[in-house]
């Protein structure tokens, strides 16, 4: 039996259901066509594509059946919907595809796009146009391809929308003119690429790599000059992947072509024929122009193998150096490059040439250390300079660190300088090398070494650490914890203070003495936070780091840690700053708050100590109101503590607040007391005698106690005069120990009276006078004042008498001979000390003072900034000179510097320059600012330590500056012998007499 076409279609076999389609086609009725649209959704894609096919052929009358199906949810119905209408020239199905074109679907505006573009019109291209910006890159991508199959029909659309977006035009437009257009439009597109922006431009290029025509190469060809690089490097991309047959196009245009052009074809030419590129490049080498030489050097840099290598390495022959450095550059960068190729020309006669072959290994590296150390070791003064500039930028080994720690102590200045800072760069691989020779004898080395630490930073900080922690020769251990002091980081505090628990206190004092100065503001505060330690002696001991800070900046901060919650760390913070030199208004008036404030005795004390070395007015006045309301006990503690500082200026304050508080003194006031009135009046101990006749018996006690400490015959007179028979017996008593020191005086008349006053007092004078005899060793003079206390009726106690003559012990011949024979070791070992000193710490350098005049007189009158002002300009001006001389600041004290040279001449011309830049500056300033500096200068043997010197030679330099006036300088004999004449304008100056010399010393003046 026959089957229905519906049976038909339903069938899985392919012969079947197309018999049903075909069927379906034949019938032609409104069910047929309905069926065959039910058809576009079957699970077969082969059914779908025939059952459209099938209505496609039904004609144009289908279209209005398929737009009730032009909903449908179902994608794969959707799709050959529309691909049905889209061959339909109706408007109403042409207006649905439409539609769709506009769907939020990607897929389904792609369904859309196939359906428009079934039938080649202009007017449906047109539809697509806007959708080249489509946001999916698919429906862009769709979008050109499929408008590229509309052919020429569609070019003057496009040209009419480049001409209209000529400034920035879609890229998509102009790859479709110039992919439809093809050598029929190349004349518009070099038009529109020489008119056209870089859009443009880089959009037309990139369109042209399908097409290895002539003309297109030759388009791409001249894009090689273009101002762009990113076009420039798009159009060689182009020509590379067309292979060798654009050779010859490359070949033609290079004898004609620009800078950038020749540039590029050279390159293109080199990644195409690789070595076979050599002979072209050998002739660029031969070129008249440097350009060419150096296009084919840039190019043969790239070519791997030892003859591109021989053909750069000759090139640092060309006689144009612009040339020849270019060669060594490119050599440098050469990959696996042949070292023996260039140690080949390492003794070239070339002076040039060689210059550059120690340039191009010291730019290599790794593989090139050997050599790098022999020239390092061998070469002259330049090569080596020129090395040590290039090795920062290579990773080194433990042998090169080793020669560049040897160059610390090169004769040139340069070389020390290039080798440290090269150690500098290489961080912690240079750290443990550069450690070692920190205490080194060589004076150079020692200080590059040092320099080098402090400025690698946090890298240094590990290293130094591991070396502290690991206890290594206790010679380095100060500049070890400087270092690490000086470097600032938060680790470096923790490790200090490791090393402070596990060290015994003389190690560590000497540690912490050889410490100059704490510069780092990270290691200050961390200081501070560790003030809380649980161990005083760790408390101590950070005290002592803080007292070595001297920067105004970070003194205000140690200042902070006054206010410190915890009494024990404020009083380490204020015995760290009563070391400090010269404290300013700011820190003063901080120092002034805190005593209004604080609370704690201890502290208190450490306050006033402080205030009490700057007695100004305003802080005399305020120290006087504090101790005004504080009780008896504090009150005399800290009036001791002013009067030590020895400061005239408080005498009459402390002198006053005695006065007042003279009527409730106390018994156990009297000490105290005494020692402050001994204090206040030794200059003038009229103010102590006057004392002596108060009303107040504990004020004349105070008295006598205070006349203990002035030895003045004087006041031995002063004190029989005013002492009364029928005084205290403790007041006579502690009289009578005063005046039995004079018993023994060589004026005869103080002795007399001494004597027969202590003779009327009677009895009274046996006490004082036995515990005089028990501190005397010489026994004749005990035996005077046994006979004196023997006189009065007295009886000295056999203890007393025999106490000194019994400790005496006789020792044998044996113990004698031993004693000797120590003290002749003890000479010898003197001696060897002497010639240890006189070797190793003993130089001939020339030493030079210098000293504003006036500086007194203007600090005394001007304000703490302006002298500050005026400190700082000073320095900006000379030390640079100093520097560039090769002078070092040892000491600078106000205005004051101690500079030592090693080179007589040196500090001379030193000194010249000063004195004119200072000219200079004085021309630019008023009379009051103005800087007027007198130079002194000698050169002679010294003791040399790290930062200071001593000998004869320092105090002859010291006592010139004294006769020298504002801008002169003045030399003595010894350094007039060792600088020519010839150079320096040197001018007699007289013999003078020097303080401390016992002949006078002849001077000379240079002229500037």
């Known amino acids: 039996m026959d089957k229905t076409p519906n049976e038909l279609i339903a069938s899985f076999d392919e012969s079947l259901w197309r018999q049903g389609i075909e069927a379906l086609a034949i019938e032609h009725t409104l069910i047929a066509a309905e069926t065959l649209i039910g058809l576009l959704s079957d699970i077969m894609w082969r059914k779908r594509e025939a059952a459209a096919k099938a209505l496609i052929e039904w004609g144009v009358d289908i279209v209005p059946l398929l737009l009730n199906r032009a909903n449908s949810q179902n994608k794969d119905e959707l799709y050959w919907v529309l691909y049905v209408i889209g061959h339909f020239e109706n ?63 569609i070019l003057d659309d496009l040209r009419a929308m480049l001409e209209k977006s000529k400034d920035d035009p879609l890229h998509s437009v102009v790859a479709l003119f110039s992919n439809i257009g093809g050598l029929g439009v190349i ?15 880089y959009s037309l290029i990139t369109s042209l790599g399908n097409d290895d025509s002539n003309e297109i190469v030759d388009f791409l060809i001249q894009a090689l000059s273009d101002p762009s690089w990113v076009i420039r490097k798009k159009a060689a991309e182009l020509l590379t992947l067309m292979g060798t047959k654009v050779f010859e196009r490359l070949s033609a245009w290079f004898g004609r072509g620009d800078s950038l052009m020749k540039h590029q074809i050279v390159c293109i030419i080199v990644d195409l024929l690789g070595d076979r590129a050599l002979p072209l490049l050998r002739r660029l080498i031969g070129s008249n122009e440097q350009e060419n030489r150096i296009l ?22 060309d006689p144009q150096r612009i040339v020849a450095d270019y060669a060594s550059d490119c050599l440098s960068r050469k990959e696996k490059l042949n ?14 040439m060689r210059f550059l072959v120690v340039k191009t290994i010291g730019s290599i590296g790794g593989l090139a250390l050997n050599p790098i150390i022999r020239i390092l070791q061998e070469g002259d003064k330049q090569e080596r300079l020129f090395l040590l500039g290039v090795l920062q930028k290579i990773h080194p080994n433990e042998t090169l660190v080793e020669a560049l720690v040897g160059l610390l102590a090169d004769p040139n200045w340069p070389v020390r300088n290039a080798a440290a800072n090269c150690l500098k760069a290489f961080g912690e691989n240079a750290v443990s090398s550069v450690v070692q020779v920190l205490s080194s004898s060589n004076e150079d080395t020692a200080f590059w070494a040092k320099k080098v630490l402090l400025s690698m930073g946090v890298s240094a900080v590990v290293e130094l650490t591991r070396i502290l922690r690991d206890g290594t020769d206790v010679t380095i251990l100060p500049h070890i914890v400087s270092a690490l002091l000086a470097i600032g980081h938060s680790d470096a505090v923790p490790a200090v203070l490791q090393f402070f628990e596990k060290s015994d206190d003389n190690r560590v004092q000497a540690v912490i003495d050889g410490i100059l100065e704490i510069s780092s503001r990270e290691v200050v505060e961390t200081i501070l936070n560790f003030l809380n330690h649980p161990d005083d002696r760790v408390v101590f001991l950070l005290s002592q780091l803080l007292s070595k800070v001297q920067k105004p900046g970070l003194r205000r901060t140690v200042l902070l840690g006054i206010s410190h919650p915890e ?45 009490s070395s700057y007695p100004l007015p305003n802080i005399l006045e305020e120290m006087k109101l504090f101790l005004t309301n504080l009780e008896p006990e504090l009150m005399l503690d800290l009036m001791l503590e002013i009067a030590m500082a020895e400061r005239p200026q408080a005498n009459m304050m402390l002198a006053e607040l005695l006065k007042a508080r003279s009527h409730s003194l106390r018994e156990t006031d009297v000490e105290r007391v005494g020692k402050i009135l001994g204090l206040i009046f030794r200059s003038r101990p009229e ?29 031995a007179f002063s004190l029989m005069d005013n002492l009364r028979a029928t005084e205290d017996p403790k007041i006579v008593k502690r009289a009578v120990k005063i005046l039995t020191k004079h018993f023994f005086s060589e004026d005869f008349r103080l002795k007399g009276a001494v004597t027969d006053y202590l003779l009327n007092l009677g009895i009274i004078i046996c006490e004082p006078v036995c515990e005089i005899i028990a501190e005397l060793e010489n026994e004749i003079d005990r035996k005077s004042l046994i006979d004196l206390i023997e006189s009065v009726g007295g009886k000295v106690d056999a203890s007393v008498l025999r106490k000194k003559s019994d400790s005496k012990v006789v020792i044998s011949d044996a113990v004698l001979d031993d004693v000797l024979d120590r003290r002749k070791r003890a000479v010898e070992d003197l001696e060897k000390y002497d010639k240890i000193i006189q070797t ?41 000179v100093i520097e560039k001389y090769s002078g070092r600041v040892l000491k600078k004290i106000g205005d004051a510097f101690l500079v030592i040279f090693e080179v007589p001449r040196e500090a001379l011309l030193s000194a010249i320059e000063v004195q004119r830049k200072l000219k200079e500056y004085n021309e630019t300033v008023p009379d009051e600012r ?7 200068i000698n050169t002679g043997p010294v003791i040399r330590r790290e930062n200071d010197v001593f000998g004869d030679a320092v105090n002859v330099a010291s006592r010139l500056e004294g006769i020298a006036d504002a801008q002169e300088i003045v030399i003595s004999e010894s350094t007039f012998k060792l600088v020519d004449s010839g150079v320096f304008e040197i001018t007699p100056f007289g013999d003078h007499r020097l303080k401390g010399l016992d002949k006078p010393v002849k001077t000379f003046k240079v002229i500037w």
């Not at 004349?187 to 431009?201: A, H, K, N, T, V």
């Not at 003859?307 to 640092?316: A, N, P």
């Not at 070292?339 to 040039?352: C, F, M």
């Not at 009494?567 to 070391?579: D, G, M, T």
Request: net charge neutral; glycine share 4%; proline share 3%.
């Open 91 to 153: 408007s109403q199905g042409l207006t649905v595809v439409q539609n769709f074109l506009k769907s939020p679907d990607a897929e389904i505006r792609g369904y859309a796009i196939r359906a428009i573009t079934i039938s080649k019109v202009v007017s449906r291209a047109r539809i697509l146009y806007e959708l080249l910006n489509d946001s999916s890159w698919a429906v862009r991508k769709l979008v050109f391809e499929r408008l590229l199959t509309f052919g020429p029909i």
């Open 687 to 715: 103010g102590i005698i006057q004392g002596l006749s108060s009303p107040i018996m504990a004020y004349r006690f105070c008295s006598v106690v205070a006349l203990e400490q002035i030895e003045e015959k004087r006041i």
């Open 296 to 317: 084919a050097i840039e190019s043969l840099g790239r070519l791997p193998g030892d003859e591109s290598s021989r053909i750069l390495i000759k090139c640092l022959a």
């Open 840 to 880: 190793s710490h003993t130089q001939e350098l020339t030493i030079m003072f210098t000293d504003v005049k006036g500086y007194t007189a203007f600090s005394s009158k001007a304000s703490l900034s302006e002298v500050m002002s005026m400190l700082k300009q000073h320095d900006e001006i000379l030390l640079p």
């Open 930 to 936: 103005r800087l007027a500096v007198r130079v002194a």
């Open 187 to 201: 004349g518009e597109l070099f038009q529109l690429y020489s008119d056209g922006s870089f859009s443009m431009r």
């Open 567 to 611: 009494e024990r760390c404020r009083f380490a913070v204020l015995e760290a700053i009563n070391k400090w030199k010269q404290l300013d208004e700011t820190e003063l008036k901080s120092l002034v708050r805190q005593l209004e404030v604080e609370k704690n005795p201890r502290t208190i004390k450490s306050v006033v100590r402080i205030l």
């Open 339 to 352: 070292l023996d190729l260039l140690l080949e020309h390492l003794n070239t006669d070339d002076e040039n």
